[in-house]
């Protein structure tokens, strides 16, 4: 996957460009476009912990899995009130959090270089998943991928669809899931990305009547196989596999007082050292122990990329998250994130600044 920036042209309306000035480069690390019918805005992905921010309106927690250093980028956009948000990344990782609560969430899987599950279904590109508003989701990626997802109001799909009976029902707008069409994989997602490309360039000025045209075509197009299909069997991890999972990682959570072994979860919990390997085989395709290192690894990382030089050394962060050995801890940081974790802490403080930052609000109108 190629993450090379483009090039930017002016935009009518207003342009905002953050530059990092580095020793010996100078690179362009977020840019937002708007007019008055449409917003766009991109920003380049350094580390999984900004994809927490890939869904306006929403955070994610993310747990970075396949070794490598994470790189992509996050792309928000707007047309005439639809948010329309693109995640590209590629190293595989696991992903949950909360759908935005007032809106319904159509995610397309639109490139995955590895298998992909998102809830109890096996995802391939092209594939739909419906997610209802305040919804829990969970997706487990095992190399990269490219997510794009829209955000119509039940008033918007109501407006855009309503000549179709079938979609009238709630069930389609449950959480569902729905394989793809020929349609979706070779003519509408390259349409899209063309689209989006074209706001990026900064070269296309939508007049009201063309964005509210290009708002219900987006929503026809990426509800082509809601209206065709019926919703597709559970043929990805049991949820009672996801479910045991989410127990760990819940009681984990709760608990304050840093680090807890293995044995003490399958006590808590009621459950057997091999019933709990078995479902974390299950649901992410790797075991328990795997899973929590990489997990803790990655609240490192987040400590490293947050808290002052001053204020806790690398040590002192690692034993508090479970890791004494420091030299075998800096080994297993290096093997996940392709860095030591001296080179997190003090590589990227303009970063964190930028991504301090919440995204391009455009949920507010």
Known sequence: MDFEQGRFGLHTGRLEVRIDRGAFDLRIVRVVLTTRFTAFERRPITGFDQLSQ?????????VQIEPGKLRGEVLHAEIAGLPINVA??????????????????????????????????E??????LVTPPGSEYENRYYGGASILTVMPSA???????????RLGAPSRWARSHFKANSGT?????????????????????????AAEFWRRAIIEALTASIMEREPAERDGPLPS????????EDYLAAQDEGPIHISHICN????????????????????????????RLCA??????????????????????????????????????????????????DDRRRWSQPPLDMLSA
């Open 54 to 62: 890939a869904i306006v309106g929403t955070r994610a927690e993310i």
């Open 88 to 121: 590209t990344f590629n190293l595989g990782l696991r992903s949950k959090g909360g759908s935005n609560k007032e809106r319904i969430t159509i995610g397309v899987l639109a490139e995955s270089a590895g298998r992909v599950t998102r809830a109890s279904y």
């Open 123 to 128: 995802s391939r590109p092209g594939d739909v």
């Open 155 to 165: 008033a918007e799909l109501e407006f855009a669809l309503g000549c179709d009976a």
């Open 185 to 209: 994989v070779h003519l509408i997602i390259p349409r899209l990305r063309l689209l989006l490309a074209r706001l990026d360039a900064g070269d296309l000025t939508l007049t009201a009547h």
């Open 241 to 248: 596999a996801l479910k045991t999972v989410r127990q760990v």
């Open 268 to 295: 808590r919990l009621r459950i057997s050292r091999r019933s709990l390997h078995r479902a974390f085989h299950e649901a992410l395709g790797i075991g328990p122990i795997s899973y929590l290192r990489s997990q």
């Open 300 to 349: 490192v990382h987040a400590a490293l990329r947050s808290s002052p030089p001053d204020k806790a050394t690398i040590g002192d962060i690692a034993i508090q998250h479970g890791f004494l050995n420091v030299g075998r801890f800096a080994q297993y940081y290096r093997e996940l994130f392709g860095e030591l974790p001296s080179e997190t802490r003090r590589g990227d403080g």
